[in-house]
């Protein structure tokens, strides 16, 4: 095996327990110290604050805080002395380390510093203000750096402390010795623990590998025997299950599968025909009308004796010819989008803009049928969607309310997302809150999850008898054959919209309202807000 897991998983847990040991390691190296410092530091302003709260008029400490203050000197080792305004100490360190030289030493810095003698660098200051100055210094007296803080009291005393720093740097020493040794041990013993732990796992899924591999070969009566109670185990009697159900299913398909390739060859037949049946209206229409168009536009030139007839028979070719080429239009059109030769592009575009823009165009067709037209919609309606195609739909159900517009002779157009998932409800027809859907040809494909927008097109008028509210999605089927002749309708409009509609995977449908009829549709919502 070119990459064992096992291996893998030694691998990173060996590289994550030095990544940890190591990066310890340079903490410990590089800020442990300064860390240290800043903890010394803010020791020496609390015994300065202990100091300078305590010492008396007279130079010594108030006895209550005597032992407190030691403690604090003693546990930091501090070092420190204070002198009156003519440097004779008045208190002073009271320990073994706080030898006579080493505080003539400090009583000379602090002389120094009082005097301006001894200089103080700049870049070592760590805090300075009014009444004392941190720094950090380096005493070549006795070869050692230290952290210092020197200056004046409140009662008007001198003051100087010390910490040694060389024993920080010692602890970061140890320190850093010792987590080299626990690096080490620690690499070896997680080598040896994650060898042996992913050998156990990695065992059953060698198996589990081996059986997916004769499962792949159609060879089901390998079974997992490992066993165990874990999530491994439970894996192992999933394949075993998924063996025999994978032996019966194959069975199943086997025995399926001659009558499969009946109904294949069937369904391919019924294709051809229906692909030849568009094509061959398409081709025979095509030509006969760019004829009739052609000769009677010539007709229509030419000077005949019977100038009123000549006209009137003109006329007559030319919108023959017009409604046919608007049928192989459609058909075109239906074959596309049918056989799939168009690619559908889904884009978030403006609705809301789209409607209003289509509704503008038809006005002028909806005064010409003394008919009112609403257009209901908000503002910023987002959707999802090719919107060619979608102004196709929404001009198919303005084009079939204008045609069939009756009664009180009004058409609403609303949008809106819709509230309720079950197929009928949300968006109701003006005035008719609470109707049931009448019937519907949608395919609920892609919108049963997710929020989706709701267009309607309501039209006062007859309603829709309840055998033909399934069947009006069909080509060429018209409800009322006389009506449709009459404004020159094919009964391919729909069948164009429920094409698009399932091209989308989207629902789409018509129901019978109280005084008229509602087509519907609906997208998938592009609103930011929801997304």
């Not at 604050?49 to 007279?58: F, G, H």
């Not at 870049?123 to 070869?143: C, F, G, M, R, W």
């Not at 003006?430 to 097109?457: C, F, I, L, M, Y």
Request: hydrophobic share 35%.
């Amino acid at each position: 095996m070119r990459k064992s897991i096992r291996k893998q998983l030694t691998v990173i847990f060996i590289a994550l327990t030095g990544l940890l040991f190591l990066a310890n390691y340079l903490i410990n190296t590089f800020f442990l110290e300064d860390f240290y410092s800043l903890r010394k530091k803010d020791v020496l302003i609390e015994a300065y604050d202990s100091l300078n709260e305590n010492i008396t008029d007279q130079g010594k400490m108030k006895k209550e805080s005597v032992q407190e203050f030691e403690e604090l000197c003693n546990a930091n080792s501090i070092s420190f002395i204070v002198t009156d305004r003519d440097y004779n100490m008045l208190v002073w360190t009271d320990t073994a380390y706080a030898q006579s030289d080493y505080l003539r030493l400090m009583l000379g810095r602090l002389n120094g510093y009082g005097i301006g003698l001894d200089t103080v660098d700049p870049d070592s200051i760590l805090v300075k203000n009014d009444s004392y100055t941190i720094q950090k210094k380096y005493d070549p007296e006795v070869a050692v750096d230290y952290m210092e803080m020197w200056g004046t009291l409140d009662k008007g005393f001198y003051f100087i402390m010390r910490i040694n720093m060389e024993s920080i740097r010692d602890s970061v020493r140890i320190s850093n010795d010792f987590i080299k040794y626990i690096c080490l041990f620690g690499v070896i013993l997680a080598s040896v623990l994650v060898w042996f732990i992913s050998g156990r796992v990695t065992k059953p899924l060698g198996e589990l590998t081996e059986l997916s591999k004769r499962m792949a070969g159609l060879d089901f009566s390998a079974k997992y025997t490992s066993g165990g109670s874990d999530e491994v185990g439970q894996l192992g009697e999933s394949f075993n299950r998924m063996s025999e159900n994978l032996e019966k299913t194959y069975s199943q398909l086997l025995t399926a599968n001659n009558e499969l390739q009946k109904d294949i060859q069937k369904k391919e037949e019924i294709d051809d025909m229906r692909k030849e049946f568009l094509s061959n209206v398409s081709h025979e229409l095509k030509t006969p009308i760019a004829l009739i168009q052609g000769y009677a536009e010539g007709l229509q030139e030419c000077v005949n004796d019977d100038e009123e007839s000549r006209a009137f028979y003109c006329e007559v070719i030319m919108d023959e010819a017009s409604k046919m080429n608007g049928l192989v239009q459609k058909l075109l059109t239906l074959n596309q989008l049918e056989f799939g030769n168009e690619k559908v592009v889904l884009e978030r575009f403006d609705l809301s803009e789209l409607i209003r823009n289509k509704v503008q165009t038809v006005a002028i067709l909806a005064q010409q049928k003394e008919a009112e037209i609403d257009c209901e919609v908000p503002d910023g309606l987002y959707a999802w969607g090719d919107e060619y195609k979608v102004e196709e739909v929404l001009t198919n159900y303005l084009s079939n309310a204008l045609n069939h517009v009756d009664g009180a002779r009004r058409i609403t157009v609303r949008a809106g997302r819709r509230t309720d998932a079950a197929q009928g409800d949300g968006l109701e027809a003006p005035g008719q809150s609470g109707a049931q859907p009448a019937g519907n040809g949608a395919d609920e494909t892609g919108s049963g999850s997710g929020r989706v927008v709701r267009v309607t097109v309501f039209n006062t008028g007859k309603p829709i008898p309840e055998e033909a509210l399934s069947l009006i999605w069909d080509k060429f089927y018209k409800v009322d054959k006389a009506r449709t002749r009459a404004y020159g309708g094919s009964g391919v409009g729909l069948s164009i919209v429920k094409a698009i509609m399932e091209s989308f995977h989207q629902a789409y449908g018509v129901r019978n309202c109280e005084d008229g009829v509602e087509f519907w549709f609906e997208l998938k919502s592009g609103d930011e807000e929801h997304e």
